[in-house]
Nanobody
Framework: QVQFVESGGGLVLPGGSLRLSCTASENIFTIYTMGWYRQAPGKQRELIAT???????GYADSVKGRFTISRDAAKKTMYLQMNSLRPEDTALYYC????????WGQGTQVTVSS
C-alpha cells in the first residue's frame, strides 16, 4: 500500500511560517483528491486542506487565507504552505487521501508558541 512521509514541522513563533511536505511511495497525487489533516492534543483529526486530481483546492474555514496546498507530481510530493501561524495551529499534521483513507504516516509536529 502507499506509504506517506510527512516532514517540515517545527517550533515557530506566532505569525511565522512553515512549509510542510508529504512524499508518497507512489504517484497518486494526480489520481485522487488528497488532503492535509491535523490532530491537536485531545481533539479529533480534522481535514484542513484538499487538492483534487485536477488541481482545485479547498480549505477549512480555520485555515482559509493563511494556508496553501500544492503538489509536484514529478516529485510525488504535496506541500502545505502555512503563513500567519497561530497557537491554535499547534498539532500533528498528516497527509492522506481525502476519502477512502490509506495507512497514515508518522505525521510532522507543528508547534506555534512564543
Amino acid at each position: 500500500q502507499v506509504q506517506f512521509v510527512e516532514s517540515g514541522g517545527g517550533l515557530v513563533l506566532p505569525g511565522g511560517s512553515l512549509r510542510l511536505s508529504c512524499t508518497a511511495s507512489e504517484n497518486i497525487f494526480t489520481i485522487y483528491t488528497m488532503g492535509w489533516y491535523r490532530q491537536a492534543p485531545g481533539k479529533q483529526r480534522e481535514l484542513i486542506a484538499t487538492i483534487t486530481s485536477g488541481g482545485t483546492t479547498g480549505y477549512a474555514d480555520s485555515v482559509k487565507g493563511r494556508f496553501t496546498i500544492s503538489r509536484d507530481a514529478a516529485k510525488k510530493t504535496m506541500y502545505l504552505q502555512m503563513n500567519s501561524l497561530r497557537p491554535e495551529d499547534t498539532a500533528l499534521y498528516y497527509c492522506n487521501k481525502a476519502s477512502r483513507l490509506l495507512n497514515w504516516g508518522q505525521g510532522t509536529q507543528v508547534t506555534v508558541s512564543s
